[in-house]
């Protein structure tokens, strides 16, 4: 961690003094700017990491491919932890190809599509981490299906997987409408919707930990201590369920009103929900649950600038007095 500090803070100076690129790849101990996120993507070494600033950043086709193994951070999408910064938002559709097996997307707002892609077989250790996606789906495959991914603490709008191969953890993220099935373990997760559009439900797959706003299109399904708001499971889909309670959203959140994500509620258990200590690790149901919860904030796990004051003129020495406070991130 203090290795990482000490990169990162490095990597602020250098981000000064290159003001006018913004975005910067870290290839070994070597540092390169670029003015596009593109460009940084297609011309970054395999292994590299580009590190992307708050702030709108837009594609130059509209589609970004990954193509090699990628770390790409950025300083995190929720506007409360993100007022030194501004969020970072990638306004581009982002492709992964098979040879983007073990690349990570860390701390940003897509706002567009993160597709599966290419002729296969397999896209394997993708790990999406604190991101605010669009959707997420694999309409541009041909046979290929996750493996060995992990998407952890996202807000993901719609989440269209129809082919989510083996061995694959959605956790700790909050999802508005879920069309899947494959060999996948969604855990204290908020699922607010399961539907039928463009395929049938969720099927073959592990749920558990999660409130869910519907109990119905779940189908062969392992569905294990879970909290729904909106119906019954329907048992006829050929489930396997135990341990499942059921609730409303007014006796179970601080303040969600409704069954959509908001930017403005609070989705904290209160003391007096029967998901409190309800997982099967005795632990809360939800995204709060777990002995590692979903981080307040959303904040990537780099150092994070939560203060940040640039003059707008130098001083008669010639010299640009920058205040910026970086703070440590444990996870």
């Not at 969020?87 to 581009?92: G, K, N, R």
């Amino acid at each position: 961690m203090k290795n990482l500090f000490l990169t990162f803070c490095l990597f602020i100076l250098a981000s000064y003094s290159y003001a006018q690129k913004t975005i910067s790849v870290l290839s070994g101990t070597t540092w390169t700017f670029y003015e596009d996120f593109s460009t940084a993507l297609r011309q970054a070494p395999s292994g590299a990491t580009i590190y992307l600033p708050g702030g709108i950043i837009n594609s130059l086709s509209g589609y970004d491919t990954i193509k090699k193994p990628l770390t790409i951070i950025g300083v995190g999408h929720f506007p409360d932890s993100t007022t030194a910064t501004q969020p970072t938002i990638i306004i581009s559709n982002i492709i992964l190809e098979p040879g983007a097996a073990f690349s990570s997307i860390i701390g940003l707002e897509v706002r567009g599509d993160i597709y599966l892609s290419g002729n296969g077989p397999e896209i394997t250790n993708i790990n999406i981490m604190r991101c605010k996606i669009y959707r997420i789906l694999d309409w541009f495959s041909t046979g290929i299906v996750f493996k060995n991914t992990i998407i952890s603490e996202c807000v993901i709008t719609d989440f269209y997987v129809q082919n989510f191969g083996v061995n694959n953890l959605v956790e700790k993220s909050i999802i508005n409408f879920a069309v899947g099935q494959g060999n996948v373990l969604f855990r204290n997760n908020i699922i607010f919707q399961i539907g039928i559009q463009f395929g049938d439900g969720l099927q073959g797959c592990t749920l558990e930990n999660n409130i869910l706003g519907i109990g119905d299109f779940i189908y062969s399904c392992l569905v294990q201590n879970n909290l729904i708001l909106n119906g019954i499971l329907n048992n006829s889909n050929q489930l396997l369920a135990i341990n499942n309670i059921y609730s409303t959203y007014a006796n179970t959140f601080m303040n969600v009103p409704s069954g959509i994500y908001d930017i403005t509620y609070n989705y904290h258990l209160k003391p007096t929900s029967n998901a409190k200590s309800a997982g099967t690790d005795g632990t809360d149901i939800g995204i709060y649950g777990t002995s590692r919860p979903c981080k307040e904030g959303w904040v990537p796990p780099n150092p994070h600038v939560s203060f940040k004051s640039i003059p707008s003129e130098s001083l008669p020495t010639g010299t640009l007095p920058v205040n910026v406070k970086v703070v440590a991130q444990d996870r």
